[in-house]
Nanobody, 118 residues
Framework: QVQLMESGGSLVQPGGFLRLSCQTS????????MGWYRQAPGKERERVSLITLRDAVNYADSVKGRFTISKDNAKNTMYLSMNRLELEDTAVYYC????????????WGQGTQVTVSS
């Protein structure tokens, strides 16, 4: 029905900066909860950051002070600004949205690769 489309992943040196984008439909963007997850090679998917419709946010301990989640209401787009990147940040990053209704749904994007390497 709806779409989440990540972009912006690339190869970055340690200490570098990268901003990921998640382009959505208007329907998805109006849901109560969205966020970013990531999955490193050989590891399970983990939550990175969440943001509510009213722009309340939280972050995993490993990225606090380095990553910032935000939204652009005019563009129906969610962002993840990643600063002072570390080797451990290497992962596929996924856009996430929880849709409300009598049968709530969780939606995922296809993922974008972030590689931090010297």
């Amino acid at each position: 029905q709806v779409q989440l489309m990540e972009s912006g992943g690339s190869l970055v040196q340690p200490g570098g900066f990268l901003r990921l984008s998640c382009q959505t439909s208007e329907e998805i963007f109006k849901t109560r909860l969205m966020g970013w997850y990531r999955q490193a090679p050989g590891k399970e998917r983990e939550r990175v950051s969440l943001i509510t419709l009213r722009d309340a946010v939280n972050y995993a301990d490993s990225v606090k002070g380095r990553f910032t989640i935000s939204k652009d209401n005019a563009k129906n787009t969610m962002y993840l600004s990643m600063n002072r990147l570390e080797l451990e940040d290497t992962a596929v990053y996924y856009c996430y949205a929880k849709l409300e209704g009598p049968a709530p749904q969780v939606l995922w994007g296809q993922g974008t690769q972030v590689t931090v390497s010297s």
